[in-house]
């Protein structure tokens, strides 16, 4: 989160001399072993939950089977997710890529601008855009509203476009900030010594090293919108809202089909599980440079 | 004066888009906020008398604000020390180079990258404290049967469903999806000690155990004090997890700020809705603020 005391995202696995094991190092080890497994289970609990409950059909509807696996594995739960969803992830996916896209660019310039290109009042001013990411948006919610009715932008994916860019910034400038201040300062010199402009020290020395930042900003940014909810509350509807709303909907109310919206809840957490998964390193630098939104 | 803007006026121009759209999106929204909320625009039709602090008066003295506000200071105190419990357990098990310690940490990470609507549909289900049956019986289900058929029955709770301790059980999930985080956390800060430290306390006859209380565990607070600034303040935001869980957005027992804010929108008592919005800005600025003060500070060092 903010700069400083968060140490910047570091390699986590570093080897180091194994000890000589004494008959109580022994013991340790067992102990810690017995620990780390069964916070394994504790923690993949709700896992194991979603997963098997998403393919039970009516006969397994009674509670005392509740934790067992299915008796017959019924696919109908996902099929009535799927369909439900499927209109819904679409429309994620149109808002959350490009808004990553340009919110990362943006924070790119900035983080370029604010690390590197010192104006008078840089530190107030990073201060103050760094604000933007702690605020409770309900704090800006209601003119918020009344604001985006005035620009006469569309409730759904456009507004939520809008709203996932500007309130991206924040972010996105402090992970480039941080990023940038670890490039060397001579590389910076040596452009400016070649006469080269802002724009151009930007664009030819900045950018074609800038591919780490852009990933862990990428991946921050994905992850946040794609789970959100509080803006797709205020924004949109189930007709024209991202996969969260179409999703609370699909497991809301009080009579709740739980083989579907467990199913559903596994849809719709996929590509983000899908990100972590392949590109985990570079989430945990997110996480690590700024994780402070939702 | 000319040469001034000559060399940092393009790195303003680069930067101004980002700086006009936060003033308005931001500082303007926010100081628009404060102007509803002293406005009686209590129903959808429109009206703009200047009421003061009138509707700021009322919710505090509203039994329902109270408790609202009462139980958000017991959910960030759950969910603190839930995650700052595990995440720092977890942390210093995984601190030395262990076998397997990838897949641990993943595992504990996990839940962070699934959102707060997607693991409470499975959370309402845990919590869920009563079935009601096609019969019309009620049975158990979710994490009280677990309990119950593992011989811990008498941990067997309503949950959520408690006027005065329900909102403690809405920790339980939020715990469970950020645990992992504040392990990151602590392992980043385990991980940047030096190892010259370790040895030169090794040298100087220190035990193992006196080690990590006297050379180790001190120099993480930095890190402490980051993680309870993060989770407190999304502890102060927290919305989507309630909503999933809860099926009725007005539920007494589980009201805290953000879901009243909600609640008070639906109703169109947008005055309202906008003195609670203010409210959450003011407690999460009461955090926030000192601690951006702080690090600034520290980073011109």
Redesign the interface.
């Known amino acids: 989160m903010t700069t400083a005391t968060v140490p910047p995202p570091v390699e986590v696995a570093r080897p180091r001399p194994p000890a000589p094991r004494t008959g109580r190092q022994k013991m340790n080890r067992t102990l810690k072993y017995a620990l780390l497994l069964l916070f394994v289970f504790v923690v993949l609990i709700p896992a194991y939950v979603l997963f098997i409950t998403s393919f039970k059909g009516p006969s397994d509807a009674d509670p005392s089977t509740a934790w067992l696996l299915p008796t017959t594995w019924e696919t109908a739960g996902w099929a009535k997710a799927w369909e439900t969803l499927a209109p819904a992830l679409g429309r994620t996916f149109a808002m959350v890529i490009p808004a990553s896209i340009i919110s990362a660019f943006l924070g790119s310039m900035n983080g370029f601008v604010l690390s590197r290109w010192r104006f008078p009042y840089a530190n107030v001013v990073f201060t103050l855009i760094l604000f933007g990411m702690f605020i409770p948006y309900q704090a800006v919610m209601i003119p918020l509203t009344q604001l985006m009715q005035v620009l006469g932008v569309p409730n759904g994916i456009p507004s939520l476009l809008v709203l996932h860019i500007v309130y991206g910034l924040p972010i996105c400038t402090l992970i480039f900030r941080n990023y940038y201040e670890s490039v060397p300062g001579e590389l910076i010199e040596a452009a400016r010594m070649d006469g080269a402009g802002l724009l151009r020290t930007y664009a030819s020395v900045i950018l074609p090293i800038s591919t780490p930042g852009f990933v862990v900003v990428l991946i921050w940014q994905f992850t946040s919108a794609w789970n959100d909810y509080l803006f797709a509350a205020f924004f949109s509807s189930g007709s024209n809202g991202p996969v969260t709303i179409a999703l609370s909907f699909l497991a809301g109310g009080q009579l709740t089909d739980y083989a579907a919206s467990m199913a559903g809840a596994l849809i719709a957490s996929l590509p983000t599980l899908l990100v972590y998964i392949i590109l985990g390193k570079y989430f945990v630098g997110g996480l690590m440079s700024g994780s402070v939104k939702g | 004066m000319f040469k001034k803007v000559k060399?940092?006026g393009?790195?303003?121009a680069?930067?101004s888009?980002?700086?006009v759209?936060?003033a308005?999106?931001?500082?303007a929204?926010?100081a628009?906020?404060v102007r509803?909320s002293m406005t009686n625009q209590h129903t959808a039709r429109p009206s703009s008398d200047f009421v003061g602090m009138e509707n700021y008066f009322r919710l505090f003295g509203d039994a329902d604000f109270q408790h609202a506000l009462r139980n958000l200071l017991l959910l960030t105190v759950v969910f603190l020390a839930g995650t700052l419990i595990?995440g720092f357990l977890?942390a210093w098990?995984?601190e030395?180079?262990?076998f397997?310690?990838?897949f641990?940490?993943?595992?504990?990470?996990?839940?962070?990258?699934?959102?707060?609507?997607?693991?409470?549909?499975?959370?309402?289900?845990?919590l869920s404290s009563l079935?009601t049956?096609q019969s019309g019986g009620e049975?158990?289900?979710?994490l009280n049967?677990?309990l119950d058929?593992v011989g811990l029955g008498f941990l067997q709770n309503s949950w959520w469903s408690d006027p005065n301790w329900g909102i403690a059980a809405i920790a339980v999930?939020a715990i469970?999806q950020l645990s992992?985080?504040v392990m990151?956390?602590f392992?980043?800060?385990f991980?940047?000690i030096p190892?010259e430290l370790r040895e030169a306390a090794r040298i100087d006859g220190c035990s193992e155990w006196k080690l990590y209380r006297y050379v180790i565990f001190p120099q993480l607070s930095?890190?402490m004090?980051?993680a309870v600034?993060?989770i407190g303040?999304?502890s102060?935001?927290l919305?989507?997890l309630i909503?999933?869980i809860v099926?009725d957005a007005n539920t007494y027992d589980i009201q805290v700020?953000?879901t009243m804010?909600?609640v008070k929108?639906i109703g169109s008592d947008?005055a309202d809705?906008?003195a609670?919005?203010?409210i959450?800005?003011v407690l999460?600025?009461l955090v926030?603020?000192p601690?951006?003060?702080y690090?600034?500070r520290?980073?011109?060092r």
């Open positions: 060399t940092w393009p790195a303003l680069l930067i888009p980002t700086l759209l936060l308005v999106f931001v500082y929204l926010i628009e906020n509803i595990f977890w098990i995984l030395r180079p262990a397997g310690e990838g641990f940490r993943s595992v504990y990470l996990f839940p962070m990258a699934v959102s707060f609507i997607a693991s409470g549909v499975v959370w309402r289900w845990l079935q049956d049975r158990t289900t979710g049967r677990l058929s999930p469970w992992g985080y990151a956390l392992l980043a800060g991980r940047g190892e930095p890190v004090l980051s600034i993060i303040h999304m102060l935001k919305f989507d909503r999933a099926p700020p953000a804010m909600w929108y947008y809705s906008a609670i919005g203010t959450m800005l999460v600025a926030v603020v601690y951006l003060v690090t600034s520290q980073e011109k």
